[in-house]
């Protein structure tokens, strides 16, 4: 028998990550390794666990797994912070106001543009030469 959990999924560019919140002793478990050796980069660790600080939500009551997949560091770091958020929501709608006004809600659309026919990346030209 499983027990109760709340599940968020984040994106950010091309990571996804599937975040469940648990009641449980404050294991934060990132694809099957501690959070702080997955995610070894300054600052990861403080955006993601930003939701946690912003609703004031005690994470040693809370056991977190994620899996995540796809993209580079910055963007399944995103990708988790946004699930984290998801799932902070539904385990207490009221913090929707708080979580809102921090601009965790919200997800980040902005992904790399296509390269175009022509040109050697989305944007750059070739460069022009008159003879």
Known sequence: MSAQYYEGIGRRKEATARVRLMSGSGRFIVNEKPIDQYFTRLGDLDAILAPFKITGEN??????????????????????????????????PDYRKVLREGGLLTRDARVKERKKPGLKRARKAPTYTKR
Not at 60 to 89: E, M, N, S
Request: positive net charge; aromatic residues 0%; without cysteine.
């Open 59 to 92: 994470l040693g009551a809370l056991d977190v797994t994620v899996q995540v997949k796809g993209g580079g560091v910055t963007g399944q770091t995103g990708a988790v912070q946004l699930g984290v958020a998801r799932a902070l929501l539904l385990m207490n």
